[in-house]
């Protein structure tokens, strides 16, 4: 899969827009449960040293058990 980045990452774990992107490119260095709330809600699990793109709206939070570092991304 192809990405372009959008931003910069950034390390979350508190509820977070990741500037306010609707497709974020999640990398987990430690395994972490990654919560989404908002219209898109729901949970899932990482494993260390992977990585998950995600679609969501915009205003759609996400945030991890453990520190996951989040790009903001589109498809290309």
Same mark, same amino acid.
């Given at each position: 899969m192809i990405i372009k980045v959008k931003g910069n990452a950034i390390n979350?774990?508190?509820?977070?827009?990741? +500037?306010? +992107? +609707?497709?974020?490119?999640?990398?987990a260095t430690n395994a972490a449960t990654i919560t989404l709330a908002g219209d898109t809600v729901g949970t899932f699990n990482m494993a260390v040293n992977t990585v998950e793109i995600v679609e969501k709206q915009p205003s759609d939070t996400i945030a991890a058990s453990a520190a996951v570092s989040c790009t903001p991304v589109s498809f290309r």
């Open positions: 979350v774990t508190t509820a977070n827009t990741v +500037s306010d +992107s +609707s497709v974020v490119r999640i990398f």
